[in-house]
């Protein structure tokens, strides 16, 4: 069955200092698939409740880092990770580590919105029971109403619970992939370009839900929208292939205004103003 992290993330709200507001921090991380190396020596401390965008051009690496955090990569033939991602102290890669538990913590959204075939009410409920919910009828219709409040889509949707997810716009449709995210308490949000399949005013709704989730969860994100890192997130990564290779590393690592108006390394500032990438 591997380690059960219940224990390890459940003293997140602990007063040691130990983790110094430290979410998910990576050392020395490098990532391959098969021979090719996808991944070179990126070190990362996650704050706790805030926006992280990652950013850089295609093919840098970034979905591949995002899906380390939480072990998608595991399902790639030939992944392997090198180096260690710490949660609270553990190391999310040591083999004593339960994957699936990795992911009931760590929970993740994708670019294309990816409702299950049910009602929308079974997205939320199902999605909870597969992932340990014990609670009778009425504890659970209580979750379906909290997770869809905390994904701003209660107001639209509590008249047509017993309709299909697919019934829903792709902005809403999204937020129920996210609703259906935070019903398991999840620490970490992970996003996978959540906007690119959206319209403005539906990518507005979830960037502004993000604002609003950020006070409960702590949410990595990867855009190739400059002008929605810049709006939506505290601090910024921003990858290139390290100098002669095909291997992403991270090249700069800051908040993000100063990422954008001041940055340090001159790669990073030809690729937020337009001219590179």
Not at 145 to 151: F, I, P, Q, V
Not at 176 to 187: F, G, H, K, V
Not at 233 to 238: E, I, Q, V
């Amino acid at each position: 069955m591997g380690l059960n992290l219940s224990t390890v993330v459940s003293d997140r709200h602990s007063s040691n200092g130990a983790t110094d507001n430290v979410a998910i921090e990576t050392r020395g991380l490098h990532i391959y698939y098969g021979a090719f190396k996808a991944i070179h020596d990126v070190s990362l401390k996650i704050k706790s409740r805030e926006i992280t965008a990652i950013i850089g051009p295609s093919g840098c690496g970034k979905s591949t880092i995002l899906r380390a955090f939480n072990r998608m990569n595991d399902f790639v033939s030939g992944a392997r990770a090198e180096g260690e991602i710490l949660m609270h102290g553990r190391n999310l890669y040591a083999p004593e580590v339960d994957p699936v538990e990795v992911r009931r913590r760590i929970g993740m959204v994708f670019q294309k919105p990816n409702p299950f075939p049910k009602s929308i009410y079974e997205n939320i409920s199902w999605g909870a029971r597969i992932n340990g919910f014990r609670g009778n009828k009425g504890d659970l219709d209580a979750l379906v109403e909290r997770s869809l409040r905390g994904a701003a889509l209660w107001e639209e949707v509590k008249d047509k619970l017993n309709q299909s997810g697919y019934s829903l716009s792709g902005g809403q449709q999204q937020r129920l992939c996210i609703a259906r995210t935070i019903a398991i308490s999840p620490e970490i949000i992970l996003m996978d370009e959540p906007c690119s399949a959206l319209d403005p005013i539906a990518t507005l709704k979830i960037e502004e839900l993000m604002q609003e989730l950020k006070k409960d969860y702590t949410i990595i994100i990867v855009t190739h929208n400059m002008q929605q890192a810049a709006r939506v997130s505290d601090r910024t990564a921003m990858m290139m292939l390290y100098e002669g290779t095909r291997a992403g590393t991270v090249i700069e690592f800051d908040d993000t205004n100063t990422i954008f108006t001041r940055p340090k390394d001159k790669r990073t500032e030809d690729y937020v103003s337009g001219r590179f990438g």
